[in-house]
């Protein structure tokens, strides 16, 4: 089945604690990203990737590090997480630069962090 | 900076009424425009896409339109059902700022039994 998956789902860490979220997708996806959504806020791009080892800032893109080493992983690194970072997290993908095509989004992961 | 809105911010319709969704962008120099459904808590589903030379695309029961000169689109239900009840989201994406979808905040549907 064609998808994006994330993991964890959920997560709760503490202030300072370094974590990563991952992300894969099995559709040979060039165009991948990552959004945070946030009540009142609506969702937000915070890194995205053209391709292999091409990466570029969204439009929130302090706090986070991504890499893209392989066409299908675009994990998101925390290195030191703080509270204002708590939100819902989705990664996206599509098929070429995505000009014309659809988006496809990972299921979500839920941060907490106290 | 292109800008999305979405009217209503929320609706809620019986069963088996026709409902029309609103969403409005203020750059039209777009690639596409995607519409969304979000259920609680989960992903994003992509409904329907409109590339910025087409009028209007299809699926079922769901019609939307692209006016991409006066940066307007509708998301058209028809027959409405409870299984339809989630959050529309609009997206658009823009020639002008690199390669970002900029997403509206997205119209709250609920349709009662």
């Known amino acids: 089945e064609a998808q994006v998956t994330q993991n964890p789902r959920y997560l709760i860490t503490v202030t300072g604690k370094k974590l990563t979220v991952t992300c894969s997708q099995n559709?040979?996806?060039?165009?991948m990203s990552w959004y945070r959504q946030d009540p009142g806020l609506g969702l937000r791009q915070i890194y995205y990737s053209m391709n292999v080892e091409v990466t570029d800032k969204g439009d929130v893109p302090e706090g986070y590090k991504v890499s893209r080493k392989e066409k299908r992983n675009f994990p998101l690194i925390l290195e030191s997480p703080s509270p204002n970072q708590t939100s819902l997290y989705f990664c996206?993908?599509?098929?070429?630069?995505?000009?014309?095509?659809?988006?496809?989004f990972g299921s979500g992961t839920q941060l907490s962090v106290l | 900076k292109q800008e999305v809105t979405q009217i209503p911010a929320a609706l809620s319709v019986p069963e088996g009424e026709n409902l029309v969704l609103n969403c409005s962008f203020t750059d039209s120099a777009i690639y596409n425009l995607q519409w969304f459904r979000q259920d609680p808590g989960k992903g994003l589903t992509s409904l329907l896409l409109?590339?910025?030379?087409?009028r209007e695309q299809t699926s079922g029961r769901l019609n939307a339109s692209l006016d991409k000169s006066s940066g307007r689109s509708t998301l058209y239900i028809a027959a409405s059902q409870p299984g339809d009840s989630a959050t529309y989201l609009c997206?658009?994406?823009?020639?002008?700022?690199?390669?970002?979808?900029?997403f509206g905040p997205g119209t709250r549907l609920s349709v009662l039994p």
């Open positions: 559709m040979n996806h060039e165009y």
């Open positions: 996206a993908s599509s098929l070429s630069e995505g000009r014309g095509e659809k988006l496809f």
């Open positions: 409109i590339q910025s030379s087409q």
């Open positions: 997206a658009v994406r823009g020639r002008s700022y690199g390669q970002n979808f900029v």
